[in-house]
């Protein structure tokens, strides 16, 4: 299986930027379609963005943010432009075997322990 890590979060204000990153230990990292999903407090975790894993194909829940993956260095990424309040969470990186992603939870076996992002008004 595939052991995740999730960095890069913190606090940043409203109009900034971040990128997170999602370290991949474990089986081949290339083998995997990956998601990135986020949960707020007092809501539901919910689907962010996802990438194929020839990163030929992705998909997104919101256009201010980009995914992309480096399988050489078993490694995804989030880039978070004009973040907005509403975008504070805890992000989680998650994997699936297999080229197909998902926009679903429940689709995703192996899931991170999550970094928090923290946007001030």
């Known amino acids: 299986q595939v052991q995740l890590v999730e960095s890069g979060g913190g606090l940043v204000q409203a109009g900034g930027s971040l990128r997170l990153s999602c370290a991949a230990s474990g089986r081949t990292f290339s083998s995997y379609a990956m998601g990135w999903f986020r949960q707020a407090p007092g809501k539901e975790r919910e689907f962010v963005a996802a990438i194929t894993k020839s990163a030929d194909s992705t998909d997104y829940a919101m256009g201010r943010f980009t995914i992309s993956r480096d399988n050489a260095k078993n490694t995804m990424y989030l880039q978070m432009n004009s973040l907005k309040p509403e975008d504070t969470a805890v992000y989680y990186c998650?994997?699936?075997?297999?080229?197909?992603?998902?926009?679903?939870?429940?689709?995703?076996?192996?899931w991170g322990q999550g970094t928090q992002v923290t946007v001030s008004s």
């Open positions: 998650a994997a699936r075997l297999g080229n197909s992603y998902y926009t679903r939870i429940n689709e995703y076996p192996y």
